[in-house]
């Protein structure tokens, strides 16, 4: 005989189901976990309260947190070389920039432009793990409000914070970093300074990247005096 598959083996309603407890007359009358549910709320009200009063008291985040992303402005101008890898890392894609060259800047590119639209971010912190300058990272600031979308979206004057401000999440990145590379990653701040410029003697900063490379090209080319 073919057994009925829609047909439960076990029913859980079935007194002769033998894991089945049976309750005692205070457990079927709840009394007893009422009680202890109100004695339990009782308690807690006499309890320390770790509520902060907010607006008036604001939650001051450890190293670790990852707030809105901002740009380090080192000795008044951005670190961002306008790279684009931050742009490209993002998931929503919620960063914009344009990218610019200055012959007196050491590091000679800088964006134009940086803009961040902070109703697209999801403060993943891909941006920050992906800048080889350390020029984006993740602040405390976790309080945005917008009255239009136009607000939301961040340009580079608001992103900017001073170094000096940002020198706790800085340190973390470090630490964290040498625990994830082996105790031996070190940035040196004179990293930022990635030149593109002709490194020959007369130091012409006037040479793009495709000038060098052809002036380059004809140097090795000619023959030796």
């Not at 005692?24 to 009063?53: S, V």
């Not at 701040?189 to 003697?201: A, G, K, P």
Request: hydrophobic share 35%; aromatic share 12%; with cysteine.
């Amino acid at each position: 005989m073919a057994k009925d598959l829609e047909q439960p083996v076990v029913n859980a309603l079935n007194q002769n189901y033998v894991k089945e407890r049976k309750l005692n007359f205070l457990e079927r009358i709840y009394l007893p976990e009422i009680f202890r549910g109100l004695w339990y709320t009782l308690k807690q009200m006499f309890q320390p309260k770790f509520t902060m009063m907010y607006p008036e008291e604001k939650w001051d985040p450890p190293a670790i947190f990852r707030g809105r992303p901002v740009l380090v402005e080192d000795n008044g101008k951005e670190r961002c070389v306008a790279c684009g890898l931050c742009a490209r890392a993002c998931p929503p894609l919620a960063i914009s920039m344009q990218a610019s060259e200055n012959s007196d800047d050491p590091k000679e590119r800088y964006p134009t432009f940086f803009e961040i639209n902070m109703l697209r971010c999801i403060y993943c912190g891909f941006c920050e793990e992906v800048c080889p300058e350390e020029a984006i990272v993740m602040s405390k600031d976790y309080d945005l409000v917008f009255k239009s979308r136009g607000e939301a979206i961040y340009d580079k004057e608001k992103l900017l914070v001073p170094k000096e401000d940002l020198k706790d999440r800085l340190e973390f990145l470090r630490d964290y970093r040498n625990r994830q590379f082996g105790q031996f990653w070190n940035f040196p701040e004179e990293n930022n300074i990635h030149s593109v410029r002709n490194r020959d003697s007369k130091w012409d900063t006037s040479l793009s990247l495709v000038e060098m490379l052809e002036a380059q090209r004809k140097e090795d080319s000619s023959s030796a005096s």
